[in-house]
């Protein structure tokens, strides 16, 4: 059984990514433009973290491939 990079990196991006989305939520003013640049990012990497986890889910299964060692 090899080591699954996708787990601790979904892992992370989605710690960090909920942490700036409150913050964006909580803490940070909205650019002068008016786009909420800390809640928009943050979501983007909560995002990409759900879906490394999620491959990294079915590779567990069975159903993807092992990665290239």
Same mark, same amino acid.
């Given at each position: 059984?090899?080591?699954?990079?996708?787990? &601790?990196? /979904? @892992? #992370? +991006?989605?710690?960090? /990514?909920? @942490?700036?989305?409150?913050? /964006? #939520?909580? =803490?940070? &003013?909205?650019? &002068?433009?008016?786009?909420?640049?800390?809640?928009?990012? /943050?979501?983007?990497?909560?995002? +990409?973290?759900?879906?490394? @986890?999620?491959?990294? =889910? @079915?590779?567990?299964?069975?159903?993807?491939?092992? &990665?290239?060692?």
């Amino acid at each position: 059984m090899s080591f699954d990079v996708r787990l &601790p990196i /979904g @892992l #992370l +991006f989605l710690a960090i /990514g909920a @942490l700036v989305a409150v913050f /964006g #939520l909580v =803490g940070a &003013p909205p650019a &002068p433009s008016g786009e909420n640049i800390d809640l928009i990012w /943050g979501v983007v990497m909560a995002g +990409f973290g759900a879906v490394m @986890l999620a491959l990294a =889910g @079915l590779a567990r299964k069975g159903d993807l491939p092992p &990665p290239p060692e």
